[in-house]
């Protein structure tokens, strides 16, 4: 059926009517939240990530979801997660990669096994993730979409905040989402990267929001003057990963606050 594609339509194209989509890391954060939101649309989630009793939870609340207790960086995750969405639900549509860690501390004090395990979480995995999709979108001739969760700090150094695994992993993603973009332009598959500034996560909740110094950083930091709601990063997923956004590939979307602008 041809897609509504009247100005009063509009909206519709937001929708993810039974659409099948991964979102990793969806135990908690953003993860959670994108999960909540993609299915109030419509879609039918895979809720991917290592702690099964929130999977359980958050399945409980929404029609039609399936957990898959994986580790993204296992060499079999990867394949393991596409296998079981398609052996469900007979397609996959949309890739969120979600997934992520990232360690606060000066280069200087770092180890190259913690530098390397964020490279495999933050980077490899998605790469891992996006390429076993797209095969499986290619062999089928099935249109596809990824959207790998970036960062600001994929753009630019954190300043006085010292990340440098976590930003040289985003960093890489930015790159890599555009040089996906191009390779699979022509074979129906999009892939762009949501970028976010500070949101409160259970990963960074005590040091950048309840802490006076990280609180500092964020609204000094910010042209707007505080973090992100939850809420505010809704729209830009949804047009990234929906019809809504059918001409965008091989982009970064910047949810910053006007971080990146100053």
Partial sequence: ????????????????DEKIVIVTGASSGLGERFSRVLAGVGAKVVLAARRADRLEALASDLPDALVV?????????????IDKTIDHFGQLDVLVNNAGISRVL??????????RHELEVDLIAPYELARRAARWWIVNNHPGVVVNLGSVLGEGSGGR??????AAA???????????????????IRVNALAPAW???????????HNDSGIAYVESGTPM?????????????LL???????????????????????
């Fill in 106 to 115: 000066p280069a200087v004090d770092d180890d190259i096994v913690g530098f």
């Fill in 240 to 262: 990234l990963a929906s019809d809504a956004g059918s001409y965008m590939t091989g982009h970064i979307l910047l949810v910053d606050g006007g971080w990146t602008s100053v």
């Fill in 161 to 166: 905040l010292r990340l440098p695994g976590y």
């Fill in 1 to 16: 059926m041809a897609a509504n594609t009247t100005p009063g339509a509009a909206l519709e194209r937001f929708r993810l």
């Fill in 69 to 81: 207790t994986v580790d993204v960086t296992d060499p079999e995750g990867p394949q393991h997660l």
């Fill in 225 to 237: 003057g505080r973090g992100g709601m939850a809420h505010e990063l809704d729209g830009a997923l």
């Fill in 170 to 188: 985003k960093g890489g993603l930015h790159n890599l989402t555009r040089e996906l973009a191009a390779q699979w332009a022509r074979k129906g």
């Fill in 199 to 209: 949101f409160e996560t259970e990963m960074n909740s005590d040091a950048m929001f």
